[in-house]
């Protein structure tokens, strides 16, 4: 079976610090970016972050130069660290498999997402 | 910046929904794909690469579009249609429509 599943969430002050886990398995974790999408509960979603399946990294502007993405293919998990923290990083937390074939130039989108985990960020 | 309109579609069980995304600028390659959302669930992927649907989407979800617009078209509306539908475009960075919700009366 296909899986991504989170972990790491929890209850954190402002300006601090969070890892999150996102553990894969039933897929070759190696041939895949993998995202991070949040949701503030009642919003709608957020992409985060994306790191390639080899390693190159983007961020969306509300998190740049905070949080830090990485995998390690040996544990097939991706990681989102989350350095100084405010209000508006609370979230649900998603892993999510990017898949792109860029050879035949088709998306066929995040099509595997974990379940969340979620962040809360209060004093 | 992807925007979503309309922001809430109320219809009844058999009718026809129709939903658009429109993007800034041209979407790269097409690369956009939609999502629908029910409450306290993972979004789940509902059409890749602009118009393919996704493994077990059922025939009544379609959807077109090129460039800047882009339209999912729900046919036969059930009561279990009922969530929000996000479109993403996978640029450089990807992005999110802020959704459509979709009610079924």
């Known amino acids: 079976e296909v899986k991504l599943v989170e972990s790491g969430g929890g209850v954190v002050r402002p300006g601090g610090s969070l890892r999150l886990s996102c553990t894969a398995s039933g897929f070759i974790f190696d041939d895949y970016d993998m995202n991070w999408v949040r949701q503030v509960p009642g919003k709608g979603l957020e992409w985060v972050s994306r790191?390639?399946?080899?390693?190159?990294?983007r961020y969306s502007d509300s998190v740049r130069g905070r949080f830090t993405v990485s995998r390690d293919e040996a544990e097939k998990a991706v990681y989102l660290q989350m350095d100084t923290l405010g209000a508006e990083d609370s979230a649900v937390y998603f892993c999510?498999?990017?898949?792109?074939?860029?050879?035949?130039?088709?998306?066929?989108?995040?099509?595997?997402w974990g379940l969340g985990t979620t962040v809360i960020v209060a004093s | 910046v992807l925007t979503q309109s309309p922001v809430t579609l109320s219809l009844s069980a058999g009718a026809t929904a129709s939903m658009s995304c429109r993007a800034s600028q041209t979407v790269w390659q097409s690369y956009l794909a939609w999502y629908q959302q029910k409450p306290g669930q993972a979004p789940r992927l509902l059409i890749f690469?602009?118009?393919n649907r996704a493994t077990g989407i059922p025939a009544r979800f379609s959807a077109t579009g090129s460039g800047t617009h882009f339209i999912l078209t729900i046919r036969d509306l059930e009561p279990g249609d009922s969530a929000f539908y996000y479109c993403?475009?996978?640029?450089?960075?990807?992005?999110f429509g802020p959704g459509t919700r979709l009610e079924i009366k």
């Open positions: 790191i390639t399946w080899t390693g190159s990294t």
């Open positions: 690469d602009t118009h």
């Open positions: 999510a498999r990017d898949n792109l074939d860029t050879n035949l130039k088709i998306y066929y989108g995040l099509d595997v």
């Open positions: 993403q475009q996978r640029g450089d960075r990807s992005t």
